[in-house]
């Protein structure tokens, strides 16, 4: 058995340095003579690891002192619903932009929380292009505006930052963050799960400017409470401490890469080798608008439907694996996350050509 590149939209692939890590420390972590997983994140060995794991994000991300990192539970999906109980009332607009599957989802979810309006959708275009901001019709009076950087099934990406009227502007950067350097201080809040470019299924992690977090209801219960989880330093129950640690050892990976800028240079590259290689292929099709291609995930098509089991199958043997679309879109998806080295997509450009000239 050997590795292979693994093309998955998430759980995605990790720095192989990191996995040999967790491996060589997994039953002696430190000087706790025990797993990372054993001790008490009360204790002051777990407690540094996580203020490390904190810093060094803070430095990765350049994030402002007025903002507060959680490393939260639930996965996005819980907070697509706990961010409108905390951030608006029930009776209060909450504006959305929805630009493939999870903006969507996030909408929905936020419905029997607050009034949702859905200020621009690129549902029209099948989610292939975003909506011109200039068509967007933000409420002045949104509690917040919600959207998705990044959209890991349409590949849909923005690749500036919008404007948000007056609103403070809340993103789901679950499938980008890390991915290049972002202005943390235009966000009222960031939130990310885990498990594309952070680490491990089972943590997200926010970052939320102070302001947001007065608003936090005190009627709610407060294990759903941001503030709550803020003033506790994310220890208000047991942590996902193991998820944590995890995350830390990326940290410090991306770190030793150069940082943001760094990767952000690879992810770029990466993604120019892919895209360049379809549009000329004559075989393959990438249905995205140009100029919102994701650097991180890639669909595309291949011309007839009946090839797809046979790529799928010979992808494998070459050793690249989790290629398949998702089923809303269908047909293939490579995702290219920090972890995926230039080679990896070299590979896969390779073998997409000889495929290519076998069944042309
Ligand atoms: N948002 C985005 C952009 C995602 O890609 C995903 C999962 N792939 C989610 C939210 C949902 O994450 P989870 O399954 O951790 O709830």
Redesign the pocket.
């Known amino acids: 058995m050997s590795r292979t590149y693994n093309f998955s ?2 759980p995605a692939a990790l720095p192989e340095p990191v996995l040999r890590r967790a491996r060589d420390e997994m039953l002696e972590w430190g000087k706790a003579r025990a797993s990372v997983m054993e001790v008490s994140h009360r204790g002051k060995d777990f407690i540094a690891l996580a203020q490390k794991a904190e810093g060094d994000l803070r430095t990765l991300m350049g994030i402002p002192q007025n903002y507060k990192v959680l490393f939260l539970q ?7 619903a706990q961010i409108p109980m905390n951030f608006a009332r029930r009776d209060q607009g909450v504006d959305y932009v929805v630009t493939g599957h ?2 969507e ?2 909408a929905k979810e936020a419905k029997p929380l607050a009034q949702v309006r859905i200020a621009a959708s690129g549902a029209e275009s099948k989610f292939t292009a975003i909506p011109p901001r200039a068509q967007w019709q933000l409420d002045a009076d949104a509690a917040y505006l919600h959207y ?1 950087p ?4 349409h590949g849909v990406e923005f690749h500036d930052i919008p404007d948000a009227g007056g609103a403070p502007l809340i993103a ?4 980008n963050i890390l991915s290049r350097p972002v202005d943390v201080s235009k966000f009222g809040v960031i939130y990310a ?4 470019n952070i680490g491990a ?1 089972g943590l ?1 992690v926010m970052i939320v400017r102070e302001d947001m977090l007065a608003r936090c209801p005190k009627d709610i219960p407060k294990i759903f409470n941001y503030a709550e989880h803020a003033a506790n330093e994310s220890m208000l129950n047991t942590p996902n401490t193991f998820g944590w640690y995890l995350a830390g050892l990326v940290f410090e990976w991306l770190l030793e890469q150069g940082g943001v800028a760094a990767i952000a240079q690879r992810n770029l590259a990466k993604a120019d080798l892919l895209y360049g290689y379809i549009d000329n292929s004559g075989f393959y099709k990438n249905p995205v608008e140009k100029s919102a291609r994701s650097w991180m995930n890639v669909p595309f098509t291949l011309p007839r439907e009946e090839l797809d089991a046979a790529f799928l199958k010979e992808a494998e043997s070459a050793g690249l694996m989790a290629l398949k679309g998702h089923r809303a879109v269908g047909g293939m998806r490579a995702s290219l996350y920090n972890a995926m080295p230039l080679e990896g997509v070299q590979t896969l450009v390779d073998f997409m050509k000889d495929f290519a000239t076998r069944n042309s």
Not at 172 to 175: A, G, K, P, Q, V
């Open positions: 939209a998430g639930g996965g996005a999906t819980q907070h697509f999870w903006s989802k996030a998705t990044n959209e890991t099934i789901d950067m679950s499938s799960g885990a498990q594309k299924s997200v």
